[in-house]
């Protein structure tokens, strides 16, 4: 790790006291490896490894393996994420205890851990938007959303402002917001680098804009979930007590097991390296005055429509009959299908808005026959009759890698190519080949170590 910026040091001394040297020792030891198990795709561990105390879906493994050789993680059955930033799932744990989330707005939601959380911790009723503004960041957002395979999310790529409209729609908020970085430096030396105090007074500013775009959208009587990760009471508190003088907000604070080493703040938590095993992480809670409205008014879909009757009946072998979804379609022809709960929020997002990506992405009518989408194979939603063919790890592989199969006597047609009875993907089964349509741009490339 590149030294400390000389400024950082100083004012870490001061914040940590006697704590400084078993903070800089900690930054000099290996980073923990942690992932998050999608439950809806693994019951139980898949690995060796010790649990995650303030997420029971988290796991601590002893080493960090090759994610990318792993076909359980194309398959979406886990997320590689920073065990502080699991923290999240507790905090949603305590507030369920007494309070019901039917949307959910992640606002800068990209790569995607803090959304795959939501995922996990709300009830499937609950309509999550994961939000990035940064286009290159939204695709890769768009790639984990379709791994963890649930069609309550929608994914969208806006600005704050563009989400204006929205005021009062959600009755949960998370802004883990931009910010220079100072709990990655174990992590990623590039941020050591980039550190500067110049640039801890732009992270402020931007994130001050983030939260004054961020507070309107928060419904009466919601919460608002405020995270970084870095530690100056800059970019953590003293935007929380921003927010407080307003008058429309209380912090919020939980009992912790000390055990867990997480650090109270004024109106946070705090999670320091040398205490806990993590990186650095601050997380505040606040809930908005009033009381919810109950439900909101019905928007209009602006650009996505009721698919056509022969089209539903060309998916429905695809989709599974006992969920309760709509099949919408694009001027372009892209199908989607959309749990029926959520498409007042679609409604009202697609008003404002015109970069949406809905629930599953189902894929498009070639004639009468669906091509199916990649992320359809990765869903939760799919018909149980669907056939399979069935890969043992050398030739989930060779599938990831687009390497050629060899053909399967008495099979033809799409199938869903499943490892350990998860999809990774669609082939086409023919007499003397199977076509790979797995996508090129997620090729594995990696050879074997």
């Given at each position: 790790m590149p030294a400390l910026p000389a400024a950082f040091a100083a004012r870490m001394q001061d914040q940590l006291g006697q704590d400084?040297?078993?903070?800089?020792?900690?930054?000099?030891?290996?980073?923990?490896?942690?992932?998050?198990?999608?439950r809806a795709k693994a019951a139980g561990p898949l690995y060796e490894g010790t649990p995650v105390p303030w997420n029971d879906s988290g796991q601590y493994l002893p080493e960090r393996p090759s994610f990318t050789l792993d076909p359980h993680f194309h398959a979406g059955r886990y997320y590689v994420q920073e065990a502080g930033s699991m923290f999240l799932a507790y905090v949603l744990e305590q507030l369920q205890r007494e309070q019901t989330f039917r949307t959910a707005l992640d606002l800068c939601g990209a790569p995607g851990g803090k959304t795959t959380v939501l995922l996990n911790a709300l009830p499937t009723d609950c309509t999550v938007v994961a939000n990035e503004i940064i286009k290159s960041r939204y695709a890769i957002l768009k790639d984990n959303l379709a791994k963890w395979g649930r069609a309550n999310v929608i994914a969208t790529h806006a600005d704050g402002e563009r989400l204006a409209p929205l005021a009062r729609r959600f009755d949960l908020v998370v802004a883990d917001a931009p910010c220079s970085g100072e709990g990655l430096f174990r992590k990623t030396p590039e941020a050591?680098?980039?550190?500067?105090?110049?640039?801890?007074?732009?992270?402020?500013?931007?994130?001050?804009?983030?939260?004054?775009?961020?507070?309107?959208?928060?419904a009466p009587g919601g919460v608002l979930i405020y995270s970084t990760c870095t530690y100056n009471e800059g970019e953590n508190d003293q935007q929380v007590a921003g927010i407080l003088e307003k008058g429309d907000f209380e912090a919020l604070n939980f009992e912790l097991p000390a055990e867990w080493g997480i650090t109270p703040t004024r109106f946070g938590y705090q999670f320091y390296?040398?205490?806990?095993?993590?990186?650095?992480?601050?997380?505040?809670?606040?809930?908005?005055?009033?009381?919810?409205?109950?439900?909101?008014?019905?928007?209009?879909?602006?650009?996505?429509?009721?698919?056509?009757?022969a089209t539903e009946q060309a998916v429905a072998p695809w989709l599974d009959p006992n969920s309760s979804l709509a099949l919408l379609t694009t001027p372009k022809g892209q199908l989607y299908a959309v749990p029926k709960e959520g498409l007042p929020l679609l409604g009202a997002?697609?008003?404002?808005?015109?970069?949406?990506?809905?629930?599953?992405?189902?894929?498009?009518?070639?004639?009468?026959?669906?091509?199916?989408?990649?992320?359809?194979?990765?869903?939760?939603?799919?018909?149980?009759?669907l056939p399979v063919a069935a890969l043992d790890e050398e030739e989930a592989l060779a599938f990831l890698r687009k390497a050629p199969l060899p053909p399967r006597a008495g099979q033809k047609g799409w199938h869903l190519m499943q490892y350990q009875g998860w999809g990774i993907g669609w082939g086409k089964l023919l007499p003397n080949r199977i076509n790979n349509y797995f996508p090129n741009y997620l090729r594995v490339r990696m050879s074997a170590p």
């Open positions: 400084w040297p078993a903070f800089t020792q900690s930054l000099s030891s290996p980073p923990p490896v942690s992932i998050n198990y999608n050591t680098r980039e550190w500067s105090p110049e640039n801890v007074a732009i992270c402020e500013n931007r994130q001050r804009d983030i939260v004054r775009q961020t507070l309107p959208l928060v390296p040398h205490r806990t095993r993590s990186e650095g992480f601050y997380l505040a809670v606040l809930r908005k005055s009033g009381t919810p409205a109950g439900r909101v008014s019905k928007a209009p879909l602006r650009y996505f429509s009721k698919a056509p009757g997002l697609s008003q404002s808005l015109s970069k949406i990506d809905p629930g599953t992405p189902v894929g498009v009518m070639k004639g009468k026959q669906l091509v199916p989408d990649h992320a359809l194979s990765l869903s939760l939603h799919l018909h149980s009759d």
